[in-house]
């Protein structure tokens, strides 16, 4: 019996029986010896780009169609964890066509249907009904993708004031496009309706298991699942079990049982065999390429890390209030105290790492990074270069704004308080315009979702805890469609907290080289136990 405990471990067990998810299949292969166990296998699509997808798909693109496809036909979920820029979006846009094609007659979309015998035929549309769920920030730049290449499928933004007109017509488009915030708020309304294909863009945004989010995406019914992230585990496995529940529920067994089963063996004890188990399970409905692996053509991507040094009163400052966050914080229990409490002040020390002016304090000496990256911008815009700019603090984002219109330099700037529809004029004239060098965009705002390939020129002003939100940062301009060689410079200031933040993030890339690639992904930063190390 021991030789079925582990279809137990992930199934039900009903009069005398085991009904193991479908997506379970893999543990088949160690239990039913080889000439016993038969899988089928749906192939009976063939997948040939459609004259109608305005696009030609690069070789690794209609190999992830096609593995996207696979899973359609079996009725399978799926993750495209592709790295950040290998095109996503347009290999979703190519599956969703493909869909289409099998709900219409190949001459065209419509059906003639009669009533009665001696009624004239009435043409009768059918749609799609695909129900895609991105951050807001993505709404226009998906629009624009899908009329770009796929102009025949009919799509509506289910977002705004307005959207409650479109409700009731909702089952009549092929493409719908809509964010989380809104799913949280009219899950009532969308749950209504079976969509043909549910899919999540930036999925991590459904990582905790515990939120609203994460439980109305899972109570809206549909046939096909896809989730899309660059990053599916961000900072533990709790992040892995997430994902995969929604695109197959029950694949990795109920939370409980995956924590003791996996979480903890690996997070904690690099449970080399539960390391093992895991991949197996998942390997099949993951598919992650880099761009190390497949844009050979891609152009080259360099990266340094400029190190400026404190002005004698800003050092003089910060030191002090670093002597006053270390009394305070390693004389209390991070166990008990709010985190927020202790985020705050390591928050203070990080801005002051930047510039005074930040936490509002008169200096006679501005600031050396802001000295350094100045004199930096000023060389690049002489030299006719775009640049992005992203910070963490939207007010540090600001003093380099103040800078640039005492020195006549044109900037645009992107911020979460940028609506969602004025987004598109931005990052157009960014883009069509040569005569605005600067980009000025905050870390979390404009991190995902933006093609920004007209920029070869990355500035990173200050380190965050999660260099993968660097990284999306980075992709914004490395990526499908950059024709030059990109630079990326991050400014540090040495001997502060900034140090400490980069040094963190090497320590802590370790779990997805294990679980999902060669990339490394970070754990999770547990403040209260590096502490020592942040105040030093």
């Given at each position: 019996?021991?030789?079925?405990?582990?279809?137990?471990?992930?199934?039900?067990?009903?009069?005398?029986?085991?009904?193991?998810?479908?997506?379970?299949?893999?543990?088949?292969?160690?239990?039913?010896?080889?000439?016993?166990?038969?899988?089928?296998?749906?192939?009976?699509?063939?997948?040939?780009?459609?004259?109608?997808?305005?696009?030609?798909?690069?070789?690794?693109?209609?190999?992830?169609?096609?593995?996207?496809?696979?899973?359609?036909?079996?009725?399978?979920?799926?993750?495209?964890?592709?790295?950040?820029?290998?095109?996503?979006?347009?290999?979703?846009?190519?599956?969703?066509?493909?869909?289409?094609?099998?709900?219409?007659?190949?001459?065209?979309?419509?059906?003639?249907?009669?009533?009665?015998?001696?009624?004239?035929?009435?043409?009768?549309?059918?749609?799609?009904?695909?129900?895609?769920?991105?951050?807001?920030?993505?709404?226009?730049?998906?629009?624009?993708?899908?009329?770009?290449?796929?102009?025949?499928?009919?799509?509506?933004?289910?977002?705004?004031?307005?959207?409650?007109?479109?409700?009731?017509y909702i089952e009549t488009y092929d493409i719908i496009l809509t964010t989380y915030a809104?799913?949280?708020?009219?899950?009532?309304?969308?749950?209504?309706?079976?969509?043909?294909?549910?899919?999540?863009?930036?999925?991590?945004?459904?990582?905790?298991?515990?939120?609203?989010?994460?439980?109305?995406?899972?109570?809206?019914?549909?046939?096909?699942?896809?989730?899309?992230?660059?990053?599916?585990?961000?900072?533990?496995?709790?992040?892995?079990?997430?994902?995969?529940?929604?695109?197959?529920?029950?694949?990795?067994?109920?939370?409980?049982?995956?924590?003791?089963?996996?979480?903890?063996?690996?997070?904690?004890?690099?449970?080399?065999?539960?390391?093992?188990?895991?991949?197996?399970?998942?390997?099949?409905?993951?598919?992650?390429?880099?761009?190390?692996?497949?844009?050979?053509?891609?152009?080259?991507?360099?990266?340094?890390?400029?190190?400026?040094?404190?002005?004698?009163?800003?050092?003089?400052?910060?030191?002090?209030?670093?002597?006053?966050?270390?009394?305070?914080?390693?004389?209390?229990?991070?166990?008990?105290?709010?985190?927020?409490?202790?985020?705050?002040?390591?928050?203070?020390?990080?801005?002051?790492?930047?510039?005074?002016?930040?936490?509002?304090?008169?200096?006679?000496?501005?600031?050396?990074?802001?000295?350094?990256?100045?004199?930096?911008?000023?060389?690049?815009?002489?030299?006719?270069?775009?640049?992005?700019?992203?910070?963490?603090?939207?007010?540090?984002?600001?003093?380099?704004?103040?800078?640039?219109?005492?020195?006549?330099?044109?900037?645009?700037?992107?911020?979460?308080?940028?609506?969602?529809?004025?987004?598109?004029?931005?990052?157009?004239?960014?883009?069509?315009?040569?005569?605005?060098?600067?980009?000025?965009?905050?870390?979390?705002?404009?991190?995902?979702?933006?093609?920004?390939?007209?920029?070869?020129?990355?500035?990173?002003?200050?380190?965050?805890?999660?260099?993968?939100?660097?990284?999306?940062?980075?992709?914004?301009?490395?990526?499908?469609?950059?024709?030059?060689?990109?630079?990326?410079?991050?400014?540090?200031?040495?001997?502060?907290?900034?140090?400490?933040?980069?040094?963190?993030?090497?320590?802590?890339?370790?779990?997805?080289?294990?679980?999902?690639?060669?990339?490394?992904?970070?754990?999770?930063?547990?403040?209260?136990?590096?502490?020592?190390?942040?105040?030093?």
């Amino acid at each position: 019996m021991s030789r079925y405990k582990k279809l137990a471990d992930f199934g039900k067990v009903e009069n005398n029986s085991i009904q193991v998810p479908k997506s379970n299949y893999t543990i088949l292969q160690d239990i039913v010896p080889p000439e016993e166990l038969v899988i089928h296998e749906n192939t009976s699509l063939e997948y040939r780009q459609s004259t109608r997808l305005k696009a030609s798909l690069r070789p690794y693109q209609e190999a992830g169609v096609k593995w996207l496809i696979k899973h359609y036909q079996n009725q399978l979920g799926a993750c495209l964890a592709d790295d950040m820029g290998l095109g996503k979006t347009l290999q979703t846009i190519a599956v969703l066509d493909f869909a289409k094609e099998q709900l219409s007659p190949e001459e065209g979309e419509v059906k003639k249907v009669r009533l009665d015998l001696f009624s004239d035929p009435l043409e009768i549309k059918t749609y799609l009904k695909a129900l895609i769920v991105l951050p807001s920030s993505l709404v226009f730049n998906w629009a624009q993708e899908i009329i770009k290449f796929a102009p025949h499928l009919n799509i509506v933004k289910y977002t705004g004031a307005d959207r409650k007109k479109t409700a009731p017509y909702i089952e009549t488009y092929d493409i719908i496009l809509t964010t989380y915030a809104t799913v949280s708020r009219d899950i009532n309304i969308l749950k209504k309706t079976t969509f043909s294909y549910l899919i999540t863009d930036e999925s991590q945004q459904i990582k905790n298991k515990e939120s609203k989010i994460f439980q109305a995406i899972n109570s809206i019914s549909a046939i096909h699942k896809i989730s899309l992230s660059g990053t599916p585990i961000e900072n533990s496995l709790a992040d892995l079990w997430s994902q995969m529940e929604f695109i197959n529920p029950g694949m990795l067994g109920s939370f409980s049982f995956f924590k003791d089963h996996f979480k903890i063996p690996i997070e904690k004890h690099q449970n080399l065999e539960r390391i093992s188990e895991l991949k197996t399970l998942i390997e099949p409905f993951i598919l992650r390429r880099t761009k190390e692996q497949v844009a050979k053509d891609l152009p080259e991507l360099s990266e340094q890390i400029i190190y400026t040094e404190m002005l004698a009163a800003q050092e003089k400052e910060y030191e002090s209030q670093k002597s006053a966050a270390r009394n305070l914080l390693l004389g209390i229990d991070p166990v008990s105290t709010n985190k927020i409490h202790i985020m705050n002040t390591l928050t203070k020390l990080r801005q002051l790492a930047n510039h005074p002016k930040l936490l509002n304090i008169a200096s006679e000496d501005p600031s050396g990074k802001f000295q350094d990256v100045t004199s930096y911008l000023n060389t690049l815009v002489r030299s006719h270069k775009k640049v992005l700019i992203f910070s963490s603090f939207v007010s540090h984002l600001g003093i380099y704004q103040e800078w640039c219109t005492s020195n006549n330099i044109s900037f645009l700037t992107l911020t979460g308080k940028v609506q969602s529809s004025d987004r598109e004029a931005i990052v157009n004239e960014f883009q069509e315009n040569d005569a605005i060098p600067l980009f000025f965009i905050s870390l979390k705002a404009g991190g995902v979702g933006l093609n920004l390939t007209k920029a070869s020129y990355v500035v990173l002003l200050d380190p965050w805890w999660n260099p993968f939100i660097e990284k999306q940062a980075i992709a914004r301009s490395h990526r499908i469609g950059q024709t030059n060689n990109v630079m990326v410079s991050r400014f540090i200031t040495k001997n502060t907290i900034e140090e400490k933040i980069v040094q963190l993030q090497k320590r802590k890339k370790h779990l997805s080289d294990e679980i999902i690639s060669k990339d490394a992904i970070p754990d999770y930063i547990k403040i209260e136990n590096d502490l020592n190390e942040l105040l030093k």
